[in-house]
């Protein structure tokens, strides 16, 4: 059970339809009755294969905006129709992503072009940056991301939570 500011920052982890408990969580704690002085943060990426496949785009992106101090959330696309698409995040080393998620551009939702990697999640989701982590999607996405996060430090007693 979630108890107010029980974590700094959570790092929500979806493929696919595994969206739909992180939007849960999401929602539950940034909208629910105990929001007040709750400051809780949140960082959501969010893997698919292609831009048609991307659940509730358009929403995810209005809570990314209402919620800007305290939700960040990016897109990665493993196979993007747009040449173009999330382009400009795809660099090896994160920094240009680092800096977008450290200090947000209103209106703007990130997006890359791959896969969530070791570095990504070195970057962003350690121990010392989520103080949980929770994840959701086809099994085999499952067993990929949490060794990513396994690797990075999280147990799956304290800190790392698969739905």
């Not at 947000?104 to 962003?124: A, D, E, M, W």
Request: with cysteine.
């Amino acid at each position: 059970k979630y108890e107010k500011n029980q974590y700094n920052k959570i790092g929500l982890i979806a493929g696919g339809t595994g969206l739909t408990p992180c939007l849960q969580v999401i929602r539950s704690i940034l909208e629910g009755p105990e929001s007040v002085g709750d400051n809780t943060e949140f960082i959501l990426f969010f893997q698919n294969r292609t831009e048609n496949d991307i659940l509730l785009e358009d929403e995810l992106c209005e809570l990314a905006e209402s919620f800007q101090l305290k939700l960040r959330i990016c897109f990665f696309l493993s196979n993007p129709q747009d040449i173009n698409w999330g382009k400009e995040y795809s660099d090896d080393k994160g920094l240009k992503l680092k800096k977008f998620i450290s200090k947000p551009s209103k209106g703007i939702t990130p997006r890359v072009r791959g896969y969530i990697t070791q570095n990504t999640i070195k970057l962003f989701m350690t121990p010392k940056d989520c103080q949980l982590v929770c994840l959701c999607g086809p099994s085999g996405f499952n067993d990929s991301m949490k060794t990513l996060l396994l690797n990075e430090g999280h147990n799956e007693d304290e800190s790392l939570y698969v739905w």
